[in-house]
């Protein structure tokens, strides 16, 4: 089991940056592959990113490709996500999210059992 707790979130203009951050507990943390999701008021949960185990791999949401970088620190048990370029319908709860079933990069919030708590991202146009 592992604990989550996701901060960096905030208010930022259109075409700013923000760095998310999730801080996991428990030392299973290098043994989870690890994702990104988001929701929007009034929509589904949906896949922004993921990350193997090691951190070796990582696949992206279209809507996020090439504007968001998903890294992990496994000495820190920490997972970040970076994200550039931010636009208004990026506002959303972020929450970071530990896999315990189907194939690494599933993009389907189910296959994750461990929940962070969420972070809010606020995109000013």
């Known amino acids: 089991q592992v604990q989550l707790v996701e901060s960096g979130g905030g208010l930022v203009q259109s075409g700013g940056s923000l760095r998310l951050s999730c801080a996991a507990s428990g030392r299973t943390f290098s043994s989870y592959h690890m994702g990104w999701f988001r929701q929007a008021p009034g929509k589904e949960r949906e896949f922004v990113a993921t990350?193997?185990?090691?951190?070796?791999?990582?696949l992206y949401a279209d809507s996020v490709k090439g504007r968001s970088t998903i890294s992990r620190d496994n000495a820190k048990i920490t997972m970040y996500l970076q994200m550039n370029s931010l636009k208004p319908e990026d506002t959303a709860v972020y929450y970071c999210?530990?896999?315990?079933?189907?194939?690494?990069?599933?993009?389907?919030?189910?296959?994750?059992?461990?929940w962070g708590q969420g972070t809010q991202v606020t995109v000013s146009s």
């Open positions: 990350i193997t185990r090691d951190g070796g791999r990582t």
């Open positions: 999210a530990a896999q315990v079933g189907g194939a690494w990069g599933s993009r389907t919030h189910a296959d994750y059992a461990y």
